[in-house]
Nanobody, 128 residues
Framework: QAQLVESGGRSVQAGGSLRLDCVASSGIGGTFEDYDMAWFRQAPGKEREFVAHIRRNSGDTHGADSVKGRFIISRDNGQNTVFLQMNRLKPGDTASYYC??????????????????WGQGTQVTVSS
């Protein structure tokens, strides 16, 4: 059973930056580099939505339109870690941010049902 632990969430003013980290435990099957990784977020009263995805092996990335040009997803397979660098934050980015993993999500990388493993979330609050 994969275990994912997010960190880095905090309160920040609009226009600021944060970096979120997600570390995968050694208990996951296979190796970290075999997993597609993604970030989702959920604001109070709203559905959990896709933020960004990074493909296993190739490292190809995809991002939601709302964060393109501001957020960058990356990974360090040697550290079993996926990162989300968030720049030019807006109050609308306020949410709990969740890390997700799966061995293969294909073209459905933005669909939360495709991911079998989830972290507990880390809270990001952006004030105006």
């Amino acid at each position: 059973q994969a275990q994912l632990v997010e960190s880095g969430g905090r309160s920040v003013q609009a226009g600021g930056s944060l970096r979120l980290d997600c570390v995968a435990s050694s208990g996951i099957g296979g190796t970290f580099e075999d997993y597609d990784m993604a970030w989702f977020r959920q604001a109070p009263g709203k559905e959990r939505e896709f933020v960004a995805h990074i493909r296993r092996n190739s490292g190809d990335t995809h991002g939601a339109d709302s964060v393109k040009g501001r957020f960058i997803i990356s990974r360090d397979n040697g550290q079993n870690t996926v990162f989300l660098q968030m720049n030019r934050l807006k109050p609308g980015d306020t949410a709990s941010y969740y890390c997700a993993a799966d061995l293969w999500v294909g073209k459905r990388f933005a669909e939360r049902v495709e991911y079998d493993y989830w972290g507990q979330g880390t809270q990001v609050t952006v004030s105006s």
